[in-house]
């Protein structure tokens, strides 16, 4: 198993760059890189704590800065990763491989219960935005040195070039909705647009994501 | 349009909401009525879901990574009490491959029940690191306990599911087999019925469609148990109509 690990760990040189822009977008190293994912769940559902420690190291950088993003506040943050992350060592099966990349599903994960408190604790969240407003929140305690970021990097390039792809009207609506914890009603609230508007956006935002992201051509 | 494409443009539709993080209560609740409706196990809805899913959790990476505090990892470990599990939880159950379903093993005879805890019918379940071997192991003691009921769950979803109980001192499980993995955010809710009132007994997910899990409730008190679809992590009264009902007969 371990040799298995080293092979997939080497792969990326031998794969080449992360293949980008057009239909497809994500070949080659991302697939090495849910590889080795999915025999790190399958470690940590045989309850290997080194599996889970790599995996936490590999994505919570990522989850941190989703969960501050969502609820600018980083010690609510910080809950919401630790909690989401504890669900994943206690029902590690919770992953279904046929449904996703395991890095996708960690972030829904993450994503939900950000999204879920923020609906839950929206004045909390008005005091926040004052409170935060152009100003960098940074956490208290030592930060750990971010290590196995290997295809991540490329990662992050497809998936902003993807985004830039966008027409500003369908961007604008998906990073309100996803980053921004706003439901479909509150950003037509928002931006002073009909709902079906904002659903139709959403729509045609997703599927060329989709194309972009995930390969496939509706 | 047909029908069915006008559905599956609506559901679509909500389907990229969803996963955004992007419907109300309200709509959640309506996305689950258009699918249970629709079916829940349409391969193109579970595609385009799984799909949407997909790029959702990756807009994630669009970010910055974030500093993260030393030693987070060891205290996510410690609260969940992490330790390598003993292979000797292994607990023999009938392998859902095995064609042999769960029900006619376990309904009723206690032939039934010798052959589950001989585990002649082969296969195994390996519990969740928390929960799940204890489960099994402790099903499987109940079931043999003299005066041990095991009453099925009837309804419109496929997949078996059994509610075992004993009046003696108010152990009970609910087990199954083959239900319909839900969408994400959603939990199936058990209710323990005294009269009209329903109390909540417990939330489960599938796990591969298999399922052991507590009942929190005394079900030798209730006239019936029922299973609904609800938001995680579950809720204090029904939203809708049970999937699955069982009536707890006095002996």
Same mark, same amino acid.
């Given at each position: 198993m371990?040799?298995?690990?080293?092979?997939?760990?080497?792969?990326?040189?031998?794969?080449?760059p992360?293949?980008?822009?057009?239909?497809?977008? @994500?070949?080659?190293t991302?697939?090495?890189?849910?590889a080795?994912?999915?025999?790190?769940?399958?470690?940590?559902?045989?309850?290997?704590?080194?599996?889970? %420690? %790599?995996l936490?190291?590999r994505?919570?950088?990522?989850?941190m800065?989703?969960a501050?993003?969502?609820?600018?506040?980083?010690?609510?943050a910080?809950?919401?990763?630790?909690?989401?992350?504890?669900s994943?060592?206690?029902?590690?099966?919770?992953?279904?491989?046929?449904?996703?990349?395991v890095r996708?599903?960690?972030?829904?994960?993450?994503?939900?219960?950000?999204?879920?408190?923020?609906?839950?604790?929206?004045?909390? /969240? /008005?005091?926040a935005?004052?409170?935060?407003?152009?100003?960098?929140?940074?956490?208290?305690?030592?930060?750990?040195v971010?290590?196995?970021?290997?295809?991540?990097?490329?990662e992050?390039?497809?998936?902003?070039r993807?985004?830039?792809?966008l027409?500003a009207?369908?961007?604008?609506?998906?990073?309100?909705?996803?980053?921004?914890?706003r @439901?479909?009603?509150?950003?037509?609230?928002?931006?002073?647009l009909?709902?079906?508007?904002?659903?139709? %956006?959403?729509?045609?935002?997703?599927?060329?994501?989709?194309?972009?992201?995930?390969?496939?051509?509706? | 349009?047909?029908?069915?494409?006008?559905?599956?443009e609506?559901?679509?539709?909500?389907?990229?909401?969803?996963?955004l993080g992007?419907?109300?209560?309200r709509?959640?609740?309506?996305?689950d009525?258009l699918?249970?409706?629709?079916?829940?196990?349409?391969?193109?809805?579970l595609?385009?879901e799984s799909?949407?899913?997909?790029?959702?959790?990756r807009?994630?990476?669009?970010?910055?990574?974030?500093a993260?505090?030393?030693?987070?990892?060891?205290?996510?470990l410690?609260?969940?009490?992490?330790? $390598?599990?003993?292979?000797?939880?292994?607990?023999?159950?009938?392998? $859902?491959?095995?064609g042999?379903?769960?029900?006619?093993?376990?309904v009723?005879a206690? #032939?039934?029940v010798v052959?589950?805890?001989?585990?002649?019918l082969?296969?195994?379940?390996?519990?969740?690191?928390?929960?799940?071997?204890?489960?099994?192991? #402790?099903?499987? $003691?109940?079931?043999?306990?003299?005066?041990?009921?095991?009453?099925?769950?009837?309804?419109t979803?496929r997949?078996t599911?059994?509610? #075992?109980?004993?009046?003696?001192?108010?152990?009970?499980?609910?087990?199954?087999?083959e239900?319909?993995?839900?969408?994400?955010?959603?939990?199936?809710?058990?209710?323990?019925?005294?009269?009209?009132?329903?109390?909540?007994?417990g939330?489960?997910?599938?796990?591969?469609?298999?399922?052991?899990?507590?009942?929190?409730?005394d079900?030798?008190?209730?006239?019936?148990?029922?299973?609904?679809?609800? $938001?995680?992590?579950?809720?204090k009264?029904p939203?809708?109509?049970?999937?699955?009902t069982?009536e707890?007969?006095?002996?």
């Amino acid at each position: 198993m371990a040799q298995n690990l080293e092979t997939l760990e080497r792969a990326p040189a031998e794969f080449g760059p992360l293949a980008g822009g057009a239909a497809g977008g @994500s070949v080659g190293t991302a697939d090495v890189t849910d590889a080795r994912d999915r025999e790190l769940m399958a470690r940590i559902a045989r309850a290997d704590d080194d599996a889970f %420690r %790599r995996l936490f190291g590999r994505y919570a950088p990522t989850a941190m800065a989703l969960a501050q993003r969502v609820l600018r506040q980083p010690h609510l943050a910080e809950e919401t990763v630790q909690e989401a992350f504890l669900s994943v060592w206690k029902n590690p099966t919770a992953y279904d491989a046929q449904r996703g990349s395991v890095r996708a599903w960690l972030m829904s994960t993450v994503h939900h219960r950000a999204v879920d408190l923020v609906r839950r604790e929206e004045a909390q /969240r /008005r005091r926040a935005d004052e409170a935060v407003r152009d100003v960098d929140v940074a956490p208290e305690d030592p930060a750990e040195v971010i290590v196995d970021q290997v295809g991540l990097p490329e990662e992050r390039a497809a998936v902003r070039r993807a985004l830039e792809d966008l027409p500003a009207e369908q961007r604008q609506v998906i990073e309100l909705m996803y980053f921004g914890g706003r @439901s479909q009603t509150q950003i037509a609230a928002e931006l002073g647009l009909p709902l079906g508007t904002v659903k139709s %956006r959403t729509l045609l935002g997703m599927r060329r994501l989709r194309a972009a992201l995930v390969g496939l051509e509706r | 349009m047909s029908r069915s494409s006008q559905e599956h443009e609506r559901i679509e539709e909500m389907l990229a909401a969803q996963a955004l993080g992007g419907l109300s209560s309200r709509e959640l609740a309506e996305l689950d009525e258009l699918r249970l409706e629709h079916g829940l196990d349409c391969a193109e809805c579970l595609e385009l879901e799984s799909a949407y899913g997909e790029v959702a959790g990756r807009l994630a990476f669009a970010l910055e990574p974030a500093a993260v505090p030393k030693g987070a990892a060891d205290r996510v470990l410690r609260r969940a009490g992490a330790g $390598r599990r003993d292979e000797g939880d292994v607990v023999r159950l009938p392998s $859902r491959d095995s064609g042999w379903r769960w029900s006619r093993a376990l309904v009723g005879a206690a #032939a039934a029940v010798v052959l589950l805890v001989g585990g002649a019918l082969g296969g195994y379940l390996v519990g969740k690191p928390d929960s799940g071997a204890a489960d099994s192991q #402790a099903l499987t $003691r109940l079931i043999a306990e003299p005066g041990t009921r095991v009453v099925e769950f009837r309804g419109t979803t496929r997949g078996t599911l059994h509610v #075992a109980f004993n009046p003696a001192d108010e152990a009970a499980y609910v087990f199954g087999s083959e239900l319909p993995p839900l969408p994400a955010g959603r939990v199936y809710e058990l209710w323990a019925f005294r009269g009209r009132n329903p109390a909540p007994s417990g939330t489960f997910e599938t796990d591969g469609g298999v399922v052991i899990v507590p009942v929190s409730a005394d079900v030798s008190r209730a006239s019936m148990m029922a299973v609904t679809i609800e $938001r995680a992590p579950g809720v204090k009264k029904p939203t809708k109509p049970p999937i699955l009902t069982a009536e707890i007969a006095k002996a």
